[in-house]
């Protein structure tokens, strides 16, 4: 099989799909790679060492997809990406479907084969492709919230970390999943007071067991999270249901119970995010304000640290990415459950159910078994 890693081209989005040792693993297995000139200079990664990995340099990304058979990407085609893709192409990036009707359309126009990170799930409810990008959105929700406290950044001037005879930040984390357990280490980190809200008896109970004593595990329903909103300086948007769009708890009226100068940090936008007032940003214009509350929604946070999340994201990917190249992509499904999770397009139909009920699109909808 031939594997094509074109450059991103998402606002600042540093990040590549492929790092040297995952093409040379591709390599290894007997197939051929091929990557954009410059793919990797934001994450730090030379073209040479992508040749020393055995990787093949192409001009253009238009070379690229048009030669591969599988891309492997970190996010999802933008539409000048789309006229790029091709019919029964694989692709393998974080899609996002959910959020995105346009790129769902397409995507079914195309009748490409679809692999999202997002949603391929181990037995035990893990998210193994999302659990890196998870963990370093989530441990950079308080550090933007912090900074965008600051007066000169729209804030209401108030350090998280207090000072003697100053109280620190109250931040509220809404969801405790990997997002949320990781927002609420950083902000403990900083000495803030930290509430996180979940529904799950079990989560709360393990996030009791293993938090800092600044960290207070909560049962989320709407009064609890009503009266959290008027005492947070930082709010943390950290729900997650794999997949599917997120339910909007943070309601535009509730912004009128929160501290003028307060920040909303909604790491679920990609999803759809949390927040009703949400709407997707980037890193060149992060925030914008809603009734006196500043919203930072940026929808690839990690691509600001994105070494790091390169190589993260990259030593996850590869063992499903081997496993979709040497079987194809219909026998590495049928035989590993969780990586048939992550199936979400088969030429032109939607195999993962949250997707089509996202958008009314019931009858487009295809158990995974009836295509594979």
Not at 141 to 153: E, I, N, V, W
Not at 187 to 195: E, F, H, N, P, W
């Amino acid at each position: 099989m031939r594997i094509g890693c074109p450059k991103e081209v998402k606002d600042n989005e540093f990040r590549v799909g492929l790092t040297p040792a995952a093409a040379r693993s591709y390599v290894d297995a007997g197939h051929e790679v091929v990557v954009e000139k410059g793919a990797g200079t934001g994450s730090g990664i030379t073209d040479e060492e992508y040749k020393a990995a055995g990787a093949k340099i192409l001009d253009t990304a238009k070379e690229v997809w048009s030669t591969a058979d599988m891309i492997v990407k970190v996010k999802e085609p933008l539409p000048q990406e789309y006229d790029l893709m091709r019919e029964n192409q694989l692709i393998y990036t974080y899609f996002h479907f959910a959020a995105d009707e346009t790129l769902t359309k397409t995507c079914l126009d195309k009748k490409i084969i679809a692999v999202a990170y997002e949603t391929v799930q181990e037995a035990d409810g893990s998210l193994p492709l999302l659990r890196p990008m998870s963990t370093i959105a989530g441990r950079m929700a308080c550090l933007m919230g912090a900074y965008y406290l600051g007066k000169p950044h729209g804030g209401m001037g108030l350090l998280p970390t207090g000072v003697p005879g100053v109280a620190p930040a109250n931040i509220l984390v809404i969801g405790g999943g990997g997002v949320g357990s990781n927002a609420a280490r950083v902000g403990a980190g900083l000495g803030a007071k930290v509430t996180i809200l979940d529904v799950s008896p079990k989560v709360l109970e393990n996030l009791t067991q293993i938090m800092p004593p600044n960290v207070f595990p909560l049962f989320s329903d709407s009064h609890t999270l009503e009266a959290e909103l008027k005492e947070a300086d930082i709010v943390v948007g950290a729900v997650l249901i794999p997949g599917a769009k997120t339910p909007k708890l943070v309601r535009k009226e509730h912004l009128k119970l929160m501290k003028p100068g307060s920040v909303i940090v909604d790491v679920a936008i990609d999803q759809g995010g949390c927040a009703e007032t949400s709407k997707p940003t980037t890193h060149s214009d992060p925030v914008f304000v809603v009734d006196g509350v500043v919203h930072y929604c940026v929808a690839n946070m990690p691509g600001a640290y994105s070494r790091t999340a390169t190589f993260a994201l990259s030593n996850n990917t590869i063992r499903y990415g081997l496993q979709i190249a040497n079987k194809g992509v219909e026998r590495a499904c049928r035989e590993n459950p969780a990586l048939s999770k992550g199936l979400n397009m088969y030429k032109g139909v939607i195999t993962y159910k949250p997707v089509a009920e996202a958008f009314g699109m019931e009858d487009l909808y295809k158990p995974l078994e009836e295509v594979i």
